[in-house]
């Protein structure tokens, strides 16, 4: 089982849409846990981070997270092309401080 | 400027050359990372330290080496470098007291011919 799973896509939805991104993970013991956002050649850059269960919301952003079941979302609300991009889950393993990456999933915002 | 600054952006090198790539921070920092990402594989780490005496290897190691030669810099050379070997790099910062929240640098895009 990877440490990481991310359905790679390409997700695509029209603009306006909500855009929902998923991630699953197996370190049980992990307590951090954040999304970035890459564009085509560019680097990481930290969008949102969530450390308790429930939803963590940041403008157009909103975060989910289950413990219990080692799952992490990303709601995208009121999608727009410049969304388009590709999103990145990772989690802090243990107390290695070290975040573990899954694949990326490619969001496709469509005019 | 950057907070997490790479060199060099581009470079294009020759078999068998060796190569560093440099990376230095203004962040305050403790913990800097190494990763190469290439298409479907994502990011991989390669060497990280958590402080000037801690070097530690990652996953794909092999054909890298790292010099931590202050907490705001750290390097990473490619003692021969070859074909395999092309790809984006980044170096990363975090520290506790961001929860280790990871910052990248803008990234060095090699190529080995």
């Known amino acids: 089982q990877k440490e990481v799973e991310q359905n790679s896509g390409p997700l695509s939805v029209p603009e306006g849409a909500i855009a929902s991104l998923n991630c699953t993970y197996s370190?049980?013991?992990?307590?951090?846990f954040f999304w970035y956002r890459q564009y085509s050649g560019k680097s990481p850059e930290l969008i949102m981070s969530i450390y308790s269960n429930g939803d963590k919301e940041d403008g157009r952003f909103t975060a989910q997270l289950n413990k219990a079941s080692q799952y992490v979302s990303l709601l995208i609300r009121d999608s727009q092309p410049s969304d388009s991009a590709t999103y990145l889950c990772?989690?802090?393993?243990?107390?290695?401080?070290?975040?573990?990456f899954g694949q990326g999933t490619t969001l496709q915002v469509k005019p | 400027d950057a907070d997490v600054t790479q060199t060099p952006r581009n470079r294009i090198t020759k078999t068998g050359k060796r190569i560093m790539l440099e990376c230095s921070q203004t962040?305050?920092?403790?913990?800097m990372y190494w990763y190469r990402q290439d298409p479907g594989l994502g990011l991989r780490l390669i060497y990280y330290?958590?402080?000037?005496?801690?070097?530690n290897k990652g996953e794909i190691s092999d054909g890298y080496s790292v010099s931590r030669q202050a907490q705001a810099k750290f390097s990473l050379s490619l003692e021969s470098a070859i074909p395999n070997q092309t790809a984006l790099y980044f170096c990363?910062?975090?520290?506790?007291?961001?929860?280790?929240?990871?910052?990248f640098g803008s990234g060095t895009r090699l190529t080995v011919v």
């Open positions: 962040k305050g920092h403790d913990r």
């Open positions: 990772a989690f802090g393993s243990g107390n290695t401080g070290k975040l573990i």
């Open positions: 370190d049980r013991v992990s307590q951090s």
């Open positions: 330290s958590f402080d000037v005496k801690d070097i």
């Open positions: 990363a910062t975090s520290s506790v007291g961001d929860n280790y929240g990871y910052t």
